[in-house]
T-cell receptor, first 116, second 107 residues
Framework: DTEVTQTPKHLVMGMTNKKSLKCEQHMGHRAMYWYKQKAKKPPELMFVYSYEKLSINESVPSRFSPECPNSSLLNLHLHALQPEDSALYLC???????????????FGPGTRLLVL | KNEVEQSPQNLTAQEGEFITINCSYS?????LHWLQQHPGGGIVSLFM???GKKKHGRLIATINIQEKHSSLHITASHPRDSAVYICAVSTGNQFYFGTGTSLTVIP
């Protein structure tokens, strides 16, 4: 199984809603990543979890709250988002060796988020 | 200045043409990655390399560590190769992405 799955595929939410994005992998990867991608731009790293601990937070606003409940799951909790947060949210995972990513990153298909 | 620069930004080719996309980077890296993203979102990793050359089907990736430069070549291009190709470098557990090259192959 070399797949990273993400749910939902699409999400429309209002600025007062609370929602969660989910990501799952069963490849035994101990690094998991959240990226945000705006149209025609490269992905921007948001968070990195290494061994289920948050290791990188790229100055992301607190209205985005990541959670890694176990080594296979990664969530991104959303609350009080702004319309400019509308984007494709990509999850990825990779093996770690000595805390450093080894091999490539495997990406999920993304969740396309629209904030109204 | 971006840590990773790609050229060209956009590329249109006739089916069958040989295509080259270039990537230059300015940081020390542990590996360089070539990624493919089709319209609709999904990103597929094509290559991860830290030296030399790798080949997979019609795709060839090369890297020159001294010159901090990599190229992705597509031989006998096909319309299904139309996608955005992204160069990324990993250093520690940081990834830096290039801005991508949008490739359109016309039948």
């Amino acid at each position: 199984d070399t797949e990273v799955t993400q749910t939902p595929k699409h999400l429309v939410m209002g600025m007062t809603n609370k929602k969660s994005l989910k990501c799952e992998q069963h490849m035994g990867h101990r690094a998991m990543y959240w990226y945000k991608q705006k149209a025609k731009k490269p992905p921007e790293l948001m968070f990195v979890y290494s061994y289920e601990k948050l290791s990188i937070n790229e100055s992301v606003p607190s209205r985005f709250s990541p959670e890694c409940p176990n080594s296979s799951l990664l969530n991104l909790h959303l609350h009080a988002l702004q319309p400019e947060d509308s984007a494709l949210y990509l999850c990825a995972s990779s093996h770690l060796a000595g805390g450093i990513p080894k091999e490539t990153q495997y990406f999920g298909p993304g969740t396309r988020l629209l904030v109204l | 200045k971006n840590e990773v620069e790609q050229s060209p930004q956009n590329l249109t080719a006739q089916e069958g043409e040989f295509i080259t996309i270039n990537c230059s980077y300015s940081v020390g890296i542990s590996a360089l990655h070539w990624l493919q993203q089709h319209p609709g979102g999904g990103i597929v990793s094509l290559f991860m390399l830290s030296s030399g050359k790798k080949k997979h089907g019609r795709l060839i990736a090369t890297i020159n560590i001294q010159e901090k430069h990599s190229s992705l070549h597509i031989t006998a291009s096909h319309p299904r190769d139309s996608a955005v190709y992204i160069c990324a470098v990993s250093t520690g557990n940081q990834f830096y992405f290039g801005t991508g090259t949008s490739l359109t192959v016309i039948p």
